[in-house]
């Protein structure tokens, strides 16, 4: 079956480092998002990775490893609106989006 | 670029009675719109993936009778839940591809909030 793993809350301070991983086996790959989730509103688009690599956005980057089956995404700078559900999802040999449970990102002072 | 609306943005209505819910691409043509169900604290689930011009296709579990799904354009897709109970209470999500992207990225709408009383 297809499966996506990643953790079901994390805790990070303010001004700090976070790294949240990813796991996948699907049949198929064509590309890993990583989504933000805010409470009560719809995911927005962080970054997608279709090789291995990393991929840098301010201070969001998202890495991939394509043999391992393995992507994270790193927030640095933490600041409390990063407080959040962050979603890995993986897109299939059938270009359907295959959804992770998400990771809760709680950010303290 | 790559807009997505949904109308309403929240509804309530009482039980037995439908509710239609549009999800629209404004600058962008979509042949493939997708609806989710989240339920609080949950992660997304996804219930159809609609197809301009064809049939939706339903995820196991979700009644296709219950919950109508019509993509008769490029740019609007419907979701009908009929006689709503308080049990589908919940936040819907309808998200689109744009045909022309050269990543398989889905744009989402900004939801809408049923509660059935």
């Known amino acids: 079956g297809q499966n996506i793993d990643q953790p079901t809350e994390m805790t990070a301070t303010e001004g700090a480092i976070v790294q949240i991983n990813c796991t996948y086996q699907?049949?198929?790959?064509?590309?890993l998002f990583w989504y933000q989730q805010h409470a009560g509103e719809a995911p927005t688009f962080l970054s997608y990775?279709?090789l291995d690599g990393l991929e840098e956005k301010g201070r969001f980057s998202s890495f991939l490893s394509r043999s391992k089956g393995y992507s994270y995404l790193l927030l640095k700078e933490l600041q409390m609106k990063d407080s959040a559900s962050y979603l890995c999802?993986?897109?299939?040999?059938?270009?359907?989006?295959?959804w992770g449970a998400g990771t809760k990102l709680i950010i303290k002072p | 670029g790559a807009v997505v609306s949904q109308h309403p943005s929240w509804v309530i209505c009482k039980s037995g009675t439908s509710v239609k819910i549009e999800c629209r691409s404004l600058?962008?043509?979509?042949?493939?719109m997708f609806w989710y169900r989240q339920f609080p604290k949950q992660s997304l689930m996804l219930m159809a993936t609609?197809?301009?011009?064809?049939?939706?296709?339903?995820e196991q579990g979700v009644e296709k009778d219950k919950f109508l799904i019509n993509h008769a354009s490029l740019t609007l897709s419907t979701l009908t839940v009929t006689s709503a109970h308080p049990e589908d209470s919940s936040f819907y999500i309808c998200?689109?591809?744009?045909?022309?992207?050269?990543?398989?990225?889905?744009?989402f709408g900004p939801g809408t909030r049923l509660t059935v009383t």
């Open positions: 998200s689109a591809r744009d045909i022309l992207a050269d990543r398989p990225e889905q744009y």
């Open positions: 600058d962008f043509q979509a042949t493939t």
């Open positions: 609609s197809n301009e011009g064809s049939k939706a296709t339903y």
């Open positions: 699907t049949s198929g790959f064509n590309g």
């Open positions: 990775n279709v």
């Open positions: 999802a993986v897109t299939d040999s059938n270009y359907q989006l295959i």
